[in-house]
Structures are given as C-alpha cells and as structure tokens.
C-alpha cells in the first residue's frame, strides 16, 4: 500500500525537519536491508513467540454474544500479550532493527503509558538506555504505568508543553532526536509521524491480521463480516486491518475516541472531525482551528487522545475501504463495565470504544454474520480512572 | 536582483528573526524598526504555530503566548501590510507548513507578494516535500528559502543546486536554542554549497553572543539570530526594541 516516497494517496510524506532527514533515511534503508533478512525475521519471530506470548488468542464471546442476540462475536486477544497491549509487537522490531543499526539507545512519546511500558520493557532486554516523553496531564492519568516504566529502568520525562498530552510528548521526542541521533534511535509507537515511521509499525503490527484470519478460517471456514478496532495513531487498528484490505467482503470499522461528543470541542474524533492537514511529519486529517493551528483534543482515554491519525487510514477513509465511527467516553466507559461483567475480561479502555460499537452494530446483524473485536490491551491501567469517572473516590 | 539578495550586498548579513505578537503586534512593530534602523539586513518574521517542533523552548514561549493573544495569520498579514507603508528591509515568514496548508497555498503566497514579503522558511518542509508549495512560490514570485544541516555531501550539493533566497544553515544537530560551544563542521557544509551555488548562505539556530556571530560570519555569508530576540521579547515585553536595537547594533559591528 505505500508507494516508494511513502505516499498513502496524498497521505503521508516526510514532513519534517532537515536535522531529521538523515536519520530517516538510515532508518528507511536498515529497514528494507533487515525486513526480509532470515536472520532478523527468525530473531523477532522468536521474540513473539517466546517472549511477548504470540500467537495471541482468538476468542469466542459467548455470552456476550448470546446477550446482543445477533452477530457472532470474536474477541482478538492482544491484552493477553506481555505487557498487556498490542505495542510490544511493534517495539520488539523497532528495537532489533535499532540495535543492528547500532543504536544504544531508545526513546519514545507514550500517551497512556502501554507504549512506552512497552519500549522500557525491550530496553530493558536488549540492555538499551531508555527515556520516554509523556504529557504530564498522562503521568497522573496513568501513574501506575509510570511507575512500571521506571521500574523497568527507563526514565519518565513529564511533559509540560501545549497540552501537556500525547501531541505534545511527539513534538517533544521528536526534539530530542533532532539532538541526539547517532546513538539514539525514536521508536515511534503508532502508525505515524514521517515515512517510513508509518509502514514499518504497520509491517510489525500486521501480525495481528495475520494471525486473526489464520484463526478465523480454522474456527469458522470463512472470513468475518466485520473487524473492529479502536483508533487513536492507528496501530492496532491497521494491524487488525491489514491482511483483510484485499478482501472486500470484510468491513473494516475503525472506532476514533469522540469524548464528549463529535459536536462538542471536547472530542478527538479526528477523520469524523478534522481536516487534512500536515502535522508530525504526515499530511493525514487532524483535529485544527481554521489557520491550522492544532486543536486541544480530549477523551477519557489517553491512548487515543490524539489529535492526528496515521496516513493510510486517512487514505483507507478517502477510498471509503474502512469506515471510522466516533465513539463517546460514556459509550467506551459502558462497553468497558460490559466486557469485564459479561466475559471476565476487563479490556483497556481504548479498546472499549471497539467493543462498544460492536454492542451498538451487533444487534442488528443477523446470527450467521461475524464480527472480530481487537481488544488491544489490558484495562487494569484504567481501573482507578473509571471507578473516578463514576464518582468513588479512589486512589492508586 | 531578488531582495533577499540584495540583503547580502552590505557585508556580511545580519538576520533578525522577530516571532509576530509577543506580547503584542505594537511591539513587534516596534522591535522591526528598531531592528532596521540598527543595521540587520533582512527581517524573519515568525507566524506562530501551535506545535513548533523544530523550536526549542524560547520560541516555543512565544508561540504560545502570541496565539494565546488571539494572533491570526489574517491579523499578521494586515500588520505587514501596514508596516510596508514605510518599512523597507528584505522580509521573510517563517512558519510551518501546516500554516500555509491550511490557509490554502495559493492564497497564502498571493498574500506574501500583495503585502511585499519576500520570502517564506518552512522548517517542517525538507528538501524531498518542496514540491508541495513550491509551484505557488514561484507563480507570486516568493522565495522559498531551503534549509541544509550536517548532511552527506551528495544531499548538501543537491539542496544547493536548487536554493533560491539564500540557504538556511541549521549549524549543528539540536533544536534552536543557544549553545555556549558551538561545534560544528561549518566550513566544509559552506565550501560544499559554494561548489554548488552563488546563493548566499546563513547559518541560524543557537547564535546569540556577538562573539559566536563573527566566528560563523567569518565562514558563512551571514548569521540568523533567533533566539536571542525572542528572548529580550519574552523577558522585556513592550520594552524589548530598544534592547534588540543595541543588540542588533552589536551583533552586526562584531561581523564586520
């Protein structure tokens, strides 16, 4: 899907500093060098497999299934990958890919903290330095994932700038690189920011479609009606999208965090309300005032409280291959209670915005239809959050 | 001849760059003349930008607290429109791409040539995206300046080979911001560019003691001082132009 100057249609780009350019283009030319080497693939393949817990499962909700009284319900299991989310299958590439290009260390923007948890923990195999940015608003958000970060020996800077979120830790990782290349390599940790940032995510992430339609096909003989993902960057979503893109009976649905409603201010939704714009490094559609000045987003879910979204799904959205849905925090904080009092599973609640709007699709869809959810992580990280969302005064 | 070029006819040139509406447009009014009337030779305005992620956090602050003020990129055009009554030293923008973008680059590089800018630095639009506005540039007649850091040869001459206005020398790795040592290959990045070009370079980002303004003068065809405006805006507010008058005074006496 990406042409050679890393172009997804008009999307994409390099729209980045001239003290960036070499070191995109070093990393350009590892990756392609690596990408297909035996050696490089065998190493990660066996990370996957023996340290991150791949494959993951592919789970039948039944019960939730039998409750909404329609389509078939799947539920992709990356909460169950070590380090409870679906990042650490792009940071274990990202992360050999920089130790063969020489780098000793590793940096990182993280929103809700399962990004850069998930660097701190590849760093902390491989014996990399680590430091990762995160908006200081997302250090009291997530505190417990700072405090894992740390204890995986990776140093948490807070983020004061703009917004005090997860743009800004971008902008401010990006800094940072600017300043210190030849020893550091930036794990960008979405499908985002310059080329080729957005296709080698996209490359590491496509195991979980890859995987999911190996499972799908043994469990049912044919392939879903429809996979839902959550989209913040886009990661997981591109991920769980990636093997299906060819087959077009498969709907893909990607589901942006709408805060508090796609007709307020207070929202990230940005394919359903921006424009396109060029930020970070991509042309994409992004969350601006009309002189281009980037928007202040919100939503209950650090993760996806992004104002931007990766290139090819801003493509995918112009070709109308996907669609991309908005979801609001009470919707996502609904869906989150649901899936931990229906199945047991209490997902993140970035995923929850994917599961509630299978909850809404689902219904109506006839018993023989499939649908496939991603659940991209773990909630734990949000329980204190929501259980203040809903009023009891607690505290980690 | 450009008027870009013509800023380099007066010795070695001094570059003032002034961020829009910090505190106020008055000043930055102000801190223009101030700054013409003290020797610089070309004036870098700053359209600011929500998200500078090529600035440190000097022009971070200004951006910050000139939107905050309610700038527009319509209220800046209408300052300058009204600065060239009688304001006539070379003058670029500087601002990032998303800026232009958005304000559709078509209109945006007619209003540079309707209002006598003329030039436009893109920090965030390296050498392999000029495309996108480029051909705008050039239908209204404005120069836009290209960018070149420590690089491999091949890259700094094919840069070169296509510069117009003059070439912005990004003087070390980092983000702007001043540096007490300067370490730098800047004499090779300058003998690869002249190989390769006649138009003029400057090296910017981190200067701000006349001292390190002669040392990189006396290489380069002039010095871009960004930061250290910024900063006597930031800390004197309304009173800074008297400040950037004696420091621009100073900077240029030391290059010469």
Known sequence: MTNPNGRFGIHGGQYIPETLMNAVIELEEAYNHYKNNPEFIRELSALLHEYAGRPSRLYFAEKMTQDLGGAKIYLKREDLNHTGAHKINNVLGQALLAKRMGKTRLIAETGAGQHGVATATAAALMGMECVVFMGEEDTIRQALNVYRMRLLGAKVIPVKTGTATLKDAVSEAMREWTSRISDTHYCLGSVMGPHPFPTIVRDFQAVISMEMKAQ????????????????????????????????????????????????????????????????????????????????????????????GVGPEHAYLHDIGRAEYVPVTDEEAVEAFEYLAKTEGIIPAIESAHAVAHAMKIAPAMNRDKIIVITVSGRGDKDCAAIARYRGEDIHE | MSNIRKAFENGKAFIAFIPCGDPELDTTAAA??????????????????????????????????????????????????????????????????????SYSADRFFSACRDLGADGVILPDLPFEEKEEFLPFCHKYGIELVSLIAPAPESRIAAIAKEAEGFLYIVSGPGAAGAKNEIKTDLASIVSVIRKNTDVPCAVGFGISTPEQAKEMADIADGIIANSAIAKLLETCGADAPGHIGRYVKSMKAAMQ
């Open chain 2, 32 to 101: 223009v003349r101030a700054a013409a009337a003290n020797g610089a030779d070309l004036i870098e305005l700053g359209i600011p930008f929500s998200d500078p992620t090529a600035e440190g956090p000097v022009m971070q602050g200004a951006s910050f607290r000139a939107l905050r003020g309610g700038i527009t990129t319509d209220k800046i055009f209408a300052f300058v429109k009204e600065l060239r009554r009688d304001v006539t030293i070379p003058m670029v923008f500087m601002t990032y791409s998303n800026v232009v973008f």
């Open chain 1, 216 to 307: 799908i096909l043994e469990k049912e003989g044919r392939l879903p009606d429809a996979v839902l993902a959550c989209v913040g960057g886009g990661s997981n979503a591109i991920g769980s999208f990636y093997h299906f893109i060819e087959d077009k009976s498969v709907r893909l649905i990607g589901c942006e965090a709408a805060g508090r409603g796609v007709d307020t201010f207070e929202t990230a939704a940005t394919v359903n309300t921006g424009r396109v714009g060029i930020f970070h490094g991509m042309k994409s559609y992004f969350c601006q005032d009309e002189y281009g000045q980037i928007a202040p987003v919100y939503s209950i879910s650090a993760g996806l409280d992004y104002p």
